[in-house]
């Protein structure tokens, strides 16, 4: 699985690549900014979209994709989250994957998983920068406290159970987040498609940065 630190060191190599090989001219810097930019616009929201962590939790009868607005809207209009940084983490996930994803051996559907998994760890970016959880607040016990005397009634001689008010952040259930993560992934996956086209992965100097960028060697 991809580390942060390699995600990390792709997205520097995806930037480095856009302002230092694909960029060079005044008239692809207006054209990629265009593009960028209503990219982006295909997956903004109306601040509406940002619903609270409760309307998620019951079966409201939302699609994953609906889902997926709601999350871009809590981590774009709630949390101040950019758009730009959720795209890159995408790039910099499908380029993990032509370096180091490997599928199983006789295992068909090549590009459908590979989607599967660049879209699953896009989203995941999304979804834990979001700030969408609760907080719940509930007894825990701390320590058990036996009676100081003995009864003639058996109940009156268990251990009483001493608590504390204890509050926690409550996510989204990992059963119902993987669907939704992968919706997040594909919208991305659209995004980039949108704004850089189908082949923008394989530039050879994107290539060459991104094998920089992981350490490892590169073959012309």
Known sequence: MPTQGELRSLEASIKAWLEEDYLTTDFAKRSFKSSWGSAQRTITHNPAFAL???RLE????YTQKAKAWVILSNYVHRERNLL???MVRYMACRLWSEFLWKMPDGKRGAVKTRNFFVDTWAG???LANSGFSKTKTEDKIIRWEKPWYVSDDPVQNRPRPITEKV???VTVNRFKAGPIVRAIGKELHEAVEHAMGKAWFSDHRLLEKAHEALGLPFKT
């Open 52 to 54: 609270p962590f409760f």
């Open 58 to 61: 019951g079966n409201m009868g």
């Open 84 to 86: 730009s940084d959720a």
């Open 124 to 126: 995941k970016f999304v």
């Open 167 to 169: 509050t926690k952040k």
